[in-house]
């Protein structure tokens, strides 16, 4: 059993759980669920922003402890402040340290889009999405079966939430993409091997289709990157790593900010 196989088999114990704890009926009665969602997809195509999803990750399987002690509420303030597009946060406890705790004390500071980052096998996930204040659910390609995206997509559409697919290859993107799906991440982290090549997102660039936002998500570790990644049609670039092994993670996304918008004015000058 590879890492995603494991953490699959676990989330599907851990939904169980919190369905007895919490039912949907529970969910819904949630002070965000009736709230209007923020658009991910028109955050990113914003040209007064970066394009960057910042994201908040305390711990990965293949890194082990990343940043225990980061404070959600300066970190995600500051991650706004520096410009980014939007947030991103783990909720997943056991193999990334997060909680829905930390997604929720993100909304609470911010006015923005927020990706509920996790594993999704199952419409209460969807729903818990929704009543922990998040405007965007990822689905998974590797740990999905084609007709579940789309009908996990449509029911975020439903619920007035967009849908991020996350593909690795050509494969999963031709097996996944439907007329739900709002964005396209390419994961540069093969989820078998956790092996990071930003020539995934170069390879698949063309292959997604420009009704998508495109999305390149991991290893994203100089700004020059995103130079390169925007001359192949990217709009989106999801960054966590190279922000949160700093003590202060949103002083670290502002300086990358500041030096890609260097780079971006000597390329146009």
């Keep these: 059993m590879n890492i995603l196989e494991e953490i699959i088999a676990h989330k599907h114990k851990e939904v169980a759980e919190k369905r007895s704890l919490f039912p949907e009926k529970l969910l819904e009665q949630s002070i965000y669920y ?7 997809r028109k955050y990113i195509q914003r040209e007064d922003k970066s394009g960057i999803i910042a994201e908040i990750k305390r711990k990965s399987p293949s890194k082990g402890m990343i940043n225990a002690h980061v404070s959600v509420e300066r970190t995600s303030i500051g991650y706004m402040q520096a410009g980014a597009s939007a947030l991103s946060v783990l909720t997943d406890q056991n193999y ?22 996790d594993f999704v096998v ?14 965007a659910i990822l689905l998974i ?36 993409l439907n007329e739900f ?18 020539e995934a997102s170069k390879s698949l660039a063309h292959a997604i289709p420009n009704e998508f936002v495109k999305v390149s998500e991991s290893g994203i570790s100089d700004p020059e990157i ?28 502002a300086r990358f900010i500041e030096q890609l918008s260097q780079l971006e004015k000597k390329q146009y000058a």
Excluded: W
């Design 122 to 135: 199952d419409e209460y996930q969807i729903l818990e999405t929704k009543s922990i204040g998040a405007d």
């Design 96 to 117: 990334f340290g997060g909680k829905n705790e930390d997604l929720t004390t993100a909304r609470k500071f911010n006015f923005c889009p927020i990706l509920r980052k």
């Design 34 to 40: 009736g709230s209007k969602s923020v658009s991910l």
């Design 226 to 253: 995103i130079l390169e990644l925007k001359q192949e049609g990217f709009e989106g670039f999801l960054i966590g790593e190279r922000f949160m092994t700093s003590s202060r993670p949103e002083k670290s996304c």
């Design 181 to 198: 799906i709002d964005l396209v991440g390419v994961n540069n982290r093969d989820l078998k091997s956790f092996e990071v090549s930003i």
């Design 141 to 176: 390609a590797a740990a999905l079966e084609s007709k579940q995206i789309k009908q996990f997509a449509e029911f975020a559409k439903s619920l007035g939430l967009e849908t991020l697919l996350e593909v690795h290859n050509q494969q999963e993107l031709d097996a996944s």
